[in-house]
């Protein structure tokens, strides 16, 4: 509070910020605060001996980097992507001063969440049972979970591809949707919030197409493309703006090489083949794939290929976001030389 008689002004209170440090889990931070309450500094009163007061320390929430922070209302507050970013999250209230009569105002509260978010290079995006997994083992060294049956995949797995230049790219493989998930069926929100953060998105695809059970409807691989492109759409169509690839497994099976076939000219003629599609289900804006490529996680063929596409894929996305910063500095000394 402020001293009135002599115009002095009250400090502050403190402020709340998440601070990412290296070695914090978000299971640290409960245990850390079972209470799940995070309270910041009271500011010192304004006095004779100190006519400004002190502000009140600041509370500092120690989390992992690779976080979104929301409020009550599901608003994104900001991110913590690598070790220091630091996100205030509640401001102190005024301590008080001849603007305000010097009397205190209170300080900000709510409810925050911490949603912890996988950071890969590429995520690999399917229906269950595609064969992300296998192929994951094939590309790197990871051991994921592998079985003929859905949802081997229920939290994501991070592979490592290895080039000859010692380039490090890493894979997420990330558990299978299903139709609805923008709805949170099946794995739902939790895969869809791993798609986020992710630079690039490698759809895989069983060549032979899919089918969740038998009370499900079996879809062909142009309907599966088409019905993952539509969930994340439907969850956020700014997903669709990533740089996309699709490989096509299974082309070790018999007439996988006619079906793949069918499927190029399907992806080239996309307005031709709509009427396959459930209207509600056809994206408003289809997926220009960067590479297509065939391959079979069982024999291991086309695995290189696939690799050697990842890696232009990201280096041709390197190159135009760093021709972008280069033209925006260039604007920036225009700009200030007048």
Known sequence: MGLRKLGGEGGNGGNVFIVSQDGMTLKMIKDKYPNKRFVAGVGVNSSIRSLKGAKGKDCEIYAPAGISITNDNGKIIGELNKKG???MVAHG???????TNFLPSKGQAGIIRMDLKLVADVG???????????????????????ADYPFTTLRPEIGTLIYSDYKRVSVADLPGLIEGAH??????????????RTKQLLYVVDVTGFQLSSKTPFRTVFEAINFLTKELELY???LLSKPALLAVNKMDL????????ELLQQLQQLQDFYHLIPEEMIPTRPVQ?????????LTGCGIENLKKCIRKSLDDQDDLENDHYRLEKLQSLRTNSF
């Open 236 to 238: 956020k169509v700014e």
């Open 124 to 146: 690999l995006v399917g229906f269950p049972n595609a064969g992300k997994s296998s192929l994951l083992s094939q590309m790197s060294h990871a051991k994921p979970k592998i």
């Open 93 to 99: 209230g005024h301590g008080g001063s001849f603007k």
């Open 254 to 261: 018999e007439d996988a090489g006619e079906k793949f076939n």
């Open 85 to 87: 970013d630091r996100l």
């Open 289 to 297: 794939f960067k590479h297509i490529i065939p391959v079979s996680a």
């Open 183 to 196: 709805l949170n069926k099946g794995m739902g929100h939790k895969f869809l919030k791993h798609v986020e």
